[in-house]
T-cell receptor, first 118, second 111 residues
């Protein structure tokens, strides 16, 4: 069964509004989670690394003030897309390594959130 | 710059055939290797992990790792139309916990 839960699965919002996406590890603690974005027919793009109890690490070119990440507990990370615009429409996917040794553990992905900004 | 290369495809095979998907990586210090399947519009799903040279079998899937040649492959036996998807190769380098993903190979299994 799923080990990472992501909600909502899809969301439609108006331009200028904010959208929050939740990612939960279901039966393990995830001190680290990763947020990806994927445009149609393109590869996964890592946006940021979410660290429990500390600031997220953003990849080059990703605006931290636009994509707010909060990792408030060992099982929950949230991504908030602030002041969304149509160009933010994409498939957002969270993931977490499950296992005691992060250097050998595969990532398990949530089901993703399809965001459409009108 | 760590790189993971995959042929984008599409790779088209008839139902029942063996599909062979290949991946090469640039970092010789890589230690962990993963194959994911991603259906259109869905998120990636872990198929297999492999850490040692040689073959690892799981049902119809066999992962093959050759660290000396820096490649990892995935064989799918008795391919089914339901195997049609994009297959992503991911590599973890020693000391890192962020995998590097290839761009994926699109597999089409036709009846």
């Amino acid at each position: 069964g799923a080990v990472v839960s992501q909600h909502p699965s899809w969301v439609i919002c108006k331009s200028g509004t904010s959208v929050k996406i939740e990612c939960r590890s279901l039966d393990f603690q995830a001190t680290t989670m990763f947020w990806y974005r994927q445009f149609p027919k393109q590869s996964l793009m890592l946006m940021a690394t979410s660290n429990e109890g500390s600031k997220a690490t953003y990849e080059q070119g990703v605006e931290k003030d636009k994509f707010l990440i909060n990792h408030a507990s060992l099982t929950l990370s949230t991504l908030t897309v602030t002041s969304a615009h149509p160009e933010d429409s994409s498939f957002y996917i969270c993931s977490a390594p499950r296992g005691g040794d992060f250097h050998n553990s595969p990532l398990h992905f949530g089901n993703g959130t399809r965001l459409t900004v009108t | 710059q760590k790189e993971v290369e995959q042929n984008s495809g599409p790779l088209s095979v008839p139902e029942g055939a063996i599909a062979s998907l290949n991946c090469t990586y640039s970092d010789r210090g890589s230690q962990s290797f993963f194959w994911y399947r991603q259906y259109s519009g869905k998120s990636p799903e872990l198929i297999m992990s492999i850490y040692s040279n040689g073959d690892k079998e799981d049902g119809r899937f066999t992962a093959q790792l050759n660290k000396a040649s820096q490649y990892v492959s995935l064989l799918i036996r008795d391919s089914q139309p339901s195997d049609s998807a994009t297959y992503l190769c991911a590599v973890l380098s020693g000391g890192s916990y962020i995998p590097t993903f290839g761009r994926g190979t699109s597999l089409i299994v036709h009846p």
